[in-house]
């Protein structure tokens, strides 16, 4: 199936500006492919979500990993999903690190191994509100991404189960940044479990006996976009802010046959990235 026109290049802001001015964001839509999030919004099937993004299409980018743990390992180190095309390609965030190829003068420098503690050293609140079985803190794998962050969140009602997870996630969210020192930076992370599979729920006439499909993934994301508006909202009411929204890796249903992810297939690689910003209201 044709996909939507390539989205237009995104303006890179000069991130030395931003950080410190700005609240940021980071929302990981956890597993979601890029073929069917440019699909949806070609068709208009995410207005929330296309109505942010520049041209109101996805760019087409390759993940830092094939599986949760592995990409977000890499992002928290400032290796966002890097652009489809041949680079090099500057980066947003950078650890100090010599002979740094994608380190330009406008990337913000960090001086400790991760972004979350750069931010923190930065005078930024970093907080996380986790999704997937990787940020449930209920054992000692499940602890150490969460694990970044001055304030972390995670409950059953967060997770790949539930058919109200990012509205749970939501929830959570906005009693979070509710009772924040305005005066105060705020680096928020949502790891969006609800396209990761089980995702059938999503889809109406859909069965658990019949599983998950293309189809249901996609039912999922107008699941997440009706909603993310409130995030949003919660996070511009605070003051401007800086918004990635990115997929960490795809999946696999059936593709070639493959199923799933944490395998080498294009599915799985390749992801919807978007960056924009959001005026105080």
């Known amino acids: ?32 492919r890029y073929d069917v999030a440019a699909e949806l919004a070609a068709a208009g099937r995410t207005p929330n979500l296309s109505a942010r993004m520049p041209g109101g299409a996805w760019a ?9 743990y592995a990409s977000h390992q890499a992002m928290f180190a400032g290796f966002l999903p890097t652009p489809a095309t041949p ?12 002979g740094s190829e994608t380190t330009a003068a406008d990337t913000y420098v960090f001086e400790t191994p991760d ?4 931010l923190a050293a930065a005078g930024y609140h970093t907080v996380c509100v986790g999704g997937v079985g990787f940020f449930n803190k209920r054992g000692p794998l499940g602890s150490v ?74 039912a999922a994301l107008e699941y997440v976009d009706r909603h993310v508006g409130r995030l949003l909202a919660a ?16 999946t696999a249903y059936g593709d070639d046959g493959y199923t799933g ?10 992801v919807p990235y978007t960056h924009f910003f959001l005026e105080a209201r």
């Not at 949502?190 to 019949?210: D, I, K």
């Not at 996070?235 to 795809?250: E, K, M, Q, T, Y």
């Open 145 to 218: 991404l969460p694990g970044y962050f001055q304030e972390s969140h995670w409950e059953p009602e967060f997770g790949v189960t539930s058919p109200t997870s990012f509205e749970a996630q939501i929830d959570r969210a906005e009693k979070v940044i509710a009772g924040l020192d305005p005066g105060r930076r705020l680096f928020l992370f949502v790891n969006v479990s609800a396209l990761h599979q089980p995702n059938w729920f999503h889809l109406p006439g859909a069965t658990r006996e019949a599983g998950d499909t293309r189809a249901t993934h996609a």
């Open 1 to 32: 199936m044709p996909l939507s026109e390539p989205a237009m290049p995104l303006s890179e802001p000069d991130m030395n500006e931003v950080v410190g001015s700005h609240d940021l964001l980071l929302i990981t839509l956890d597993t979601l």
């Open 115 to 118: 972004l979350v503690s750069g």
């Open 261 to 270: 992810h944490r395998l080498g297939h294009e599915v799985v690689w390749t």
């Open 235 to 250: 996070l511009s009411g605070r003051g401007p802010a800086f918004a990635i929204v990115c997929s960490d890796h795809g």
């Open 60 to 68: 087409e980018r390759h993940a830092p990993g094939s599986f949760t």
């Open 87 to 98: 680079g090099p390609h500057r980066r947003l965030f950078a650890a100090r690190f010599a």
